[in-house]
């Protein structure tokens, strides 16, 4: 009976480090300092996912791993698909900049191409460090101009447990949203795109 009970101790223990994959949700709307375009006009947008990870393109959903033991069945994904969801927040972030007014000047063409967009964790029976890392190039074309500039944010934290849901959820987006704030606060893009 001792024999037995021990096992099922030893048991609970390991498969409990074997964590469940969780799906958080991105945040697609995102509040920009506002600004006054110098002229009105249209602007066109292509979100394109360029991510690599251990040498192959991740699903579109895919964001990382949550690490602990066998790290590669506890994935971390978005609900929706990374590049429906940049897309959506790069439209809603150039609207709100005065974009989308008819004119008779050609529409500004902006490419955000995510090199990078990662969370993990470590791998082992104890999870205590993570990280969350991501990397854009912006390019923006205008006419025969073109503008392009990269942009990032990386965090590294400890932790004590593996990170619940709730938790990966708001410290992703936080790391997107102070990135997005330094992008569109960037001066050398403010002044291409005409904001003023």
């Keep these: 009976m001792r024999k037995l009970a021990v096992c099922a101790a030893l048991t609970l223990s390991l498969s409990g480090c074997v964590l469940a994959p969780q799906v958080i949700q991105l945040n697609q709307e995102a509040t920009v300092t506002a600004g006054q375009l110098s002229l009105s006009r249209d602007a066109l947008v292509r979100v394109v996912d360029d991510r690599m990870v251990d040498g192959r393109q991740p699903e ?49 063409k902006l490419q955000l191409s995510v090199k990078e967009f990662s969370y993990g964790c470590n ?34 934290r400890r932790v004590v447990t593996a990170p619940t849901k709730e938790y990966n959820e708001k410290w992703v987006n936080e790391v997107l949203d102070r990135l997005w704030q330094y992008m569109f606060n960037d001066d050398e893009l403010r002044a291409v795109l005409g904001v003023q």
Excluded: H
Excluded at 88 to 103: C, I
């Design 60 to 108: 579109p959903n895919e964001l990382g791993s949550r690490g602990g033991r066998l790290a590669e069945n506890s994935p971390l994904n978005s609900e929706n698909s990374l590049k429906d969801v940049l897309t959506t927040r790069m439209q809603n972030s150039l609207t709100q900049l005065g974009f989308g007014a008819a004119s008779p000047l050609e529409p500004l």
């Design 123 to 156: 791998d082992g029976m104890m999870v205590n460090d993570c990280s969350v890392r991501m990397r854009f190039e912006l390019t923006v074309i205008d006419g025969a101009t073109t503008f392009t500039k990269p942009y990032g944010a990386s965090e590294s």
